[in-house]
């Protein structure tokens, strides 16, 4: 059956995300401790860590509004080192601004743009992120036709809601929609339990876990993608 629709995955999809994340990070925690020094005993270290869980597990809807997750988290920390509130939400507030700033400061991969141009003649083109990039703030919303996040569905991949939302959006049936990822779970066979195609764009060279009983229809190039989708619509 002819493929209709293409939606992607973000982070790691159209752009390496480990090195912005740390540095993102590190620079808005380095940030609050420049204003509150009594904090550099706290950020950077376990306690850190174990705050974002321990707001989930408070409130287990903030893993799919990430954004609001750590803002708490900041703000939070500071509450409990004696910042007061007022002060702590604001700092919080600015010091988010700081990461998502540096968040979106990232390198696409090599024909990235070039191939999403390509696919948008052809192809309803949708993003399905469980991250807070913006595609308006990477000046790349006229790539696109649509756009759905964890926060907008209350899920995450893999669960099916936002799968399921973009087969309403498009009105397609799944068979019609190919799914591009790079996680094996969260994209892949999230994707192909709703009877999506799938397509694994693997660009940091990873292992398929070997626990899955099956092998996904690998792309190693963006260069590569659109002759992958063109081959799935004979299978």
Known sequence: MKIKAVTFDLDDTLWPLREVIIHAHKESNNWIIDKFPNMSKVLFTEQEQKMWQKLIAKDNSLRHRLS??????????LTENGISDEDAKTTSKDAFDIFLKLRHDITYFEGTLEVLKSLKEKYTLGVLTNGNASIETLKIDHLFDFYLNAEMVN???????????????????????????????NDVEAALKLGMKAIWLNLLDADWPEEKQFKPNEIVS???????????ESV
């Not at 963006?222 to 002759?227: G, Q, V």
């Open 222 to 232: 963006w260069y590569d993608l659109e002759k992958g989708i063109a081959d799935l």
């Open 155 to 185: 899920d995450s991949k893999p669960g099916a809601k936002m799968f399921e939302e973009a087969l309403k959006i498009t009105q397609l049936n799944p068979e019609e929609v190919c799914h591009v990822g790079d996680h094996p779970d």
């Open 68 to 77: 609001e997750l750590r803002m708490k988290v900041i703000e939070t920390l």
